[in-house]
C-alpha cells in the first residue's frame, strides 16, 4: 500500500504546504533539508533512515522548540534552490555560511565548525597540505562546497575533480584516480577510521579562509523568516546550555566541534 | 558480505531499495506515456492545421524540445517551474507554496520531450492517410468528428504504432535521467547501493541488466499490441 | 523568331477591376487557440529576454563566460570524436549483423541489442565506477592507464554506444538498395568488394544521411550527462555555475547554446541533402 499512496501523493503532486513560519503557536511544524550522503554528519543507511551529527542536532533543536519535525533529502547541488522552492523550510545539512550562499539565503547562527583538511593515499608522494606541494596532482572535492571552492581559489596548481557526492571521490581515491581529496576535517578523519578509508591517510588540515570557508556551519532558511530564525537560534543556545549538544557531540566525535 | 547478502531483501541488502527503483522507472514511464501521447496528439493536429498561427506555435514547442537535451529540460522543469510558482503564488500573495517533486518534474519534461517527437510520428501517420478516406466518410453523411473518430483516427494509430513503440523504448531509457534530480529510479538506488558497499561493478552491472529486462518485456507487449493491431489483415 | 516585337495594346482594354473582397476568416476555435499560443510565446520570449537584459550582471559573465566556452568544447571535442570513433567501430558490427554467419550476427545482434536497449547513463556508470573496482586486473594488462581518466572513460563510452546506433544505420541503409543493383553488378563481372565500392554505398549513404544527422544531434544531447563522471562539459558548467549564483539565467544560456549548435547542424544537414539529393528530384 505504501506504493500505491507515493503514486498517489506524487501524481497529485499539488500538495499546499502550509508554510511553517504561518503555521503559528499551535504546532509548528517543519520540514528539514538534507543530503544524506554525508557521514558522519547525516548519511542515509541501508534500512532507508538518516543518521548522524546533523540529524540528531535537528531533532534535538525541534524537541526544544516544541515542533515536530519532517526530513526531507535532496541532492547537495540542488539543496538551496529546493529551500527557495519551499520543498521545505530550513536545510540542516552542515552548510558553511559563506557571503555567496548569504546572497540568497540566511543562516542561524554556527552550529559548529571545523576546518577543511586533505587526504592521500597512505603511499602518497604528497609531504604536505599547501598548493606547491600539491602542484599538478589531481585533487577531488564535492562540487558546489565550501572545499571545491577553497581549492579552485587556494590549491589552483592542482587539477581540481568534481563529484556530486563525497562517496564518488572516496571510490575514485581508492581506485587510484585522483591524488588527494579535500573535505571537511570530521568527515575526512571518520572516513579514515573505517574499512572504506583505509587506502589513505591524512596529511593536515587547512587554514580555513573566512571568505571562502565562511564561519561554520549553520542553519538555512529563506530570507525573510526572522520569526523561524529566532528561534532556531535560542534553541541552539539553548541546546548548548542543557547539556543536550555535548551529549551528541561526544557520541559522534572525541573533540569539541562547536569551535572557537 | 557475499553477492547474495548485497542483493537479498531486508535491512542487509539492497534488493528492496532497487526493487522500489524499478518501480519508480516504470512507474514513472507509464504515468510519462499518455501525458507524452495525448500532448503529442494535439500539437500534430496544430502541425496539420490550416490556422499559421498555430502551425508555427507548434513548430516552436517542437523545435525547442527536440534541440535542447533531455537533462537540461529536466533541470529547467525541476527547478524553474518551482521558482516560477513560487513566484507566482508571491505575487498572489499567498506564501504557502505548490510542491513540484521531482516525480512530477520527471513526469512533466520527459512528457513533453516524448510528446515533441511523437507529434512527429502522428504527423508523418496523418499524412499517409489518403484524402479519399475523409471524402468518403462525408460522403456517407458523417460529422467531422466521427470521420475522424470512426474512419481516421484507427488507422493513424495503426501506423504510426511502431514509430510510437520506438519512442517508448526511449522513453524507458530517458527515465534514468530523473535520478539527477533525486528520484529513486533504478540507475540512483543502484548508484546509492554501489557507492555504499564499494561494489560499483556488481550493482551498476544490475541496473544495467534491469534495463535489458524491461526493453525485453516491453518488445513482448509490443509484440502482442501488433499482432492485436494486424489481426484483420491475418483475417484474410 | 522577333524578340524585339514590342507589345501592342488590344484595342479595347478591360477596365481596371478592383481587388476581390477579402473573405474575412471567421473567427473560430482554432484560430483563437492559435492566436493565444503565439501571444504565449511572443509572453516567453519578452519575458526571458528582459530577464537576461535586467539580470545582466558582467561579472558574472565575465566569470563564467570563459568556463561556458570551455564546457561547449569540451562537449564538441567528445561528441565528434566518438561519432568518428563509432562510425570505424559499426562498419564491422554491420558487416556481422548481415552476414550469413549465424555466430557473427549473434554476436552483433547481441551487441546492438545491449547498447540501444540500456540508458547511456547506465552505461557510462558501468564503465567509469564499474571498471574502476578492476583496478588490478586492468593494470595487468596495461589498460588500466586509459581507464584511470574520466575523459577517456566517457569517449569510450560514447563511442561504444554510438557505434550500435550507427551499425543499424549502417544495415538499414545497405539493405534499403534494392538487390537488383547487386545483382547488376554481378552480371557486369564486378566483385563484389569493388560493387559494394562503386555501386551500393553511394546509394546507402543518401540513405544514410538523414539519421546520421540525427544520430549526431542525439549524441549532442545525450553528452549532458558526462558531468555525472566529473567530466565538465556545457552541461556540467552550467550545473556548476547554478550552484554558485543561483540564479536561474545560467540555465537559460545554456539552452540558447545548445539550440543554436542542434539548429546549425540541422540546417547544415538539410543543406547536405538538398544538394545529395539533387539528381532523385525531378
Known amino acids: ?260 | 558480505m557475499d553477492v547474495w547478502t548485497l542483493i537479498s531483501f531486508g535491512d542487509q541488502g539492497w534488493g528492496d531499495e532497487i526493487a522500489w527503483g524499478v518501480l519508480v522507472t516504470v512507474s514513472l514511464a507509464l504515468a510519462t506515456l499518455p501525458l507524452g501521447l495525448a500532448l503529442g496528439f494535439f500539437i500534430a493536429l496544430a502541425k496539420q492545421s490550416r490556422e499559421p498561427t498555430l502551425r508555427l506555435s507548434a513548430e516552436i514547442y517542437t523545435t525547442i524540445f527536440r534541440g535542447l537535451p533531455e537533462l537540461l529540460t529536466l533541470f529547467i522543469i525541476f527547478f524553474g517551474m518551482q521558482i516560477g510558482i513560487q513566484q507566482l503564488a508571491r505575487a498572489m500573495g499567498f506564501s504557502s507554496g505548490i510542491e513540484i517533486n521531482a516525480f512530477v518534474a520527471g513526469m512533466i519534461a520527459l512528457g513533453i520531450v516524448f510528446s515533441s517527437y511523437a507529434s512527429e510520428v502522428f504527423l508523418s501517420a496523418f499524412r499517409a492517410i489518403p484524402k479519399g478516406q475523409y471524402e468518403g466518410g462525408y460522403a456517407i453523411g458523417l460529422p467531422h468528428r466521427h470521420v475522424m473518430r470512426l474512419v481516421v483516427l484507427p488507422q493513424v494509430i495503426k501506423i504510426a504504432l511502431p514509430g510510437l513503440t520506438n519512442l517508448w523504448m526511449i522513453l524507458l531509457k530517458d527515465t534514468a535521467l530523473v535520478s539527477a534530480i533525486g528520484l529513486s529510479d533504478i540507475v540512483r538506488q543502484t548508484g546509492i547501493a554501489a557507492r555504499v558497499t564499494k561494489e560499483a561493478f556488481l550493482f551498476y552491472g544490475i541496473a544495467f541488466i534491469l534495463f535489458l529486462v524491461l526493453a525485453l518485456l516491453s518488445s513482448i507487449v509490443i509484440n502482442r499490441i501488433e499482432k492485436y493491431g494486424d489481426r484483420a489483415e491475418q483475417a484474410r | 523568331m522577333n524578340h524585339a516585337q514590342a507589345y501592342v495594346a488590344p484595342a479595347e482594354l478591360l477596365p481596371q477591376q478592383p481587388a476581390p473582397d477579402t473573405i474575412a476568416k471567421p473567427w473560430n476555435a482554432t484560430r483563437a487557440w492559435g492566436y493565444a499560443l503565439i501571444a504565449f510565446w511572443t509572453f516567453v520570449v519578452i519575458v526571458l529576454v528582459a530577464w537576461l537584459i535586467t539580470g545582466y550582471d558582467p561579472a558574472k559573465i565575465e566569470r563564467y563566460a570563459p568556463r561556458y566556452w570551455n564546457g561547449l568544447l569540451t562537449t564538441l571535442t567528445l561528441v565528434s570524436i566518438s561519432i568518428v570513433l563509432g562510425a570505424f567501430l559499426s562498419l564491422p558490427i554491420a558487416y556481422a549483423r548481415m552476414s550469413d554467419n549465424r555466430l557473427l550476427n549473434g554476436i552483433s545482434f547481441g551487441y546492438v541489442y545491449l547498447f540501444r536497449g540500456t540508458p547511456l547513463l547506465a552505461q557510462l556508470f558501468l564503465i567509469y565506477y564499474g571498471l574502476g573496482s578492476f583496478r588490478e586486473q586492468l593494470e595487468a594488462v596495461g589498460l588500466w592507464l586509459f581507464f584511470r581518466d574520466a575523459w577517456n572513460c566517457a569517449l569510450f563510452a560514447f563511442t561504444l554506444n554510438t557505434a550500435a546506433y550507427q551499425a543499424e544505420i549502417v544495415r538499414g541503409a545497405v539493405r534499403s538498395v534494392p538487390t537488383g543493383q547487386w545483382e547488376g553488378a554481378a552480371a557486369l563481372g564486378i566483385n563484389r568488394l569493388q560493387a559494394f565500392r562503386k555501386i551500393i554505398a553511394p546509394q546507402a549513404m543518401i540513405v544514410a544521411l538523414r539519421p546520421y544527422g540525427n544520430e549526431i544531434i542525439l549524441m549532442i544531447k545525450g553528452s549532458a550527462i558526462v558531468a555525472l563522471i566529473t567530466v565538465f562539459d556545457l552541461m556540467g558548467e552550467t550545473r556548476r555555475a547554478f550552484s554558485r549564483t543561483f540564479d536561474f539565467q545560467t540555465y537559460i544560456y545554456a539552452a540558447i547554446f545548445y539550440l543554436i549548435i542542434v539548429e546549425i547542424l540541422r540546417n547544415i544537414w538539410n543543406w547536405l541533402e538538398k544538394r545529395l539529393t539533387k539528381h532523385l528530384v525531378r
Not at chain 1, 548522524?52 to 534535538?60: Q, V, Y
Request: contains cysteine; glycine residues 8%.
Open chain 1, 1 to 260: 500500500m505504501k506504493f500505491a499512496k507515493f503514486v498517489m501523493t506524487a501524481t497529485t503532486a499539488v500538495a499546499f504546504s502550509a508554510s511553517a513560519a504561518m503555521a503559528g503557536s499551535h504546532s509548528l511544524s517543519i520540514k528539514i533539508g538534507t543530503e544524506g550522503a554525508y557521514p558522519p554528519f547525516n548519511n542515509l543507511e541501508a534500512d532507508g533512515s538518516l543518521v548522524g551529527f546533523d540529524i540528531d542536532i535537528a531533532n534535538a533543536l525541534c524537541e526544544e522548540m516544541g515542533a515536530t519535525c519532517e526530513f526531507v533529502t535532496s541532492d547537495w547541488d540542488g539543496i538551496i534552490p529546493g529551500l527557495l522552492a519551499g520543498n521545505y523550510d530550513a536545510i540542516i545539512a552542515s552548510m558553511s555560511i559563506t557571503a555567496e550562499r548569504m546572497e540568497v539565503v540566511d543562516f542561524s547562527g554556527k552550529y559548529y565548525n571545523t576546518p577543511p583538511a586533505i587526504a592521500v593515499p597512505k603511499d602518497s608522494d604528497i609531504t604536505e597540505a599547501t598548493d606547491a606541494a600539491l602542484a599538478g596532482k589531481a585533487i577531488g572535492a564535492q562540487s558546489s562546497t565550501t572545499h571545491s571552492n577553497y581549492a579552485e581559489e587556494k590549491l589552483s596548481s592542482a587539477s581540481l575533480t568534481l563529484y556530486p557526492t563525497p562517496d564518488e571521490y572516496k571510490l575514485d581515491i581508492a581506485n587510484g584516480r585522483i591524488d588527494a581529496v579535500i573535505d571537511d576535517v570530521i568527515v575526512l578523519s571518520e572516513w579514515l577510521k573505517t574499512d572504506d578509508g583505509a587506502c589513505c591517510k591524512l596529511l593536515g588540515t587547512l587554514t580555513p579562509d573566512p571568505v571562502i570557508n565562511g564561519e561554520g556551519a549553520g542553519i538555512a532558511l529563506r530570507k525573510g523568516e526572522e520569526d523561524l530564525k529566532a528561534k532556531f537560534d535560542a534553541a541552539i543556545a539553548a541546546i548548548r546550555a542543557n547539556g543536550t549538544y555535548q551529549e551528541i557531540n561526544d557520541k559522534y566525535f572525541d573533540v569539541d566541534v562547536f569551535g572557537g
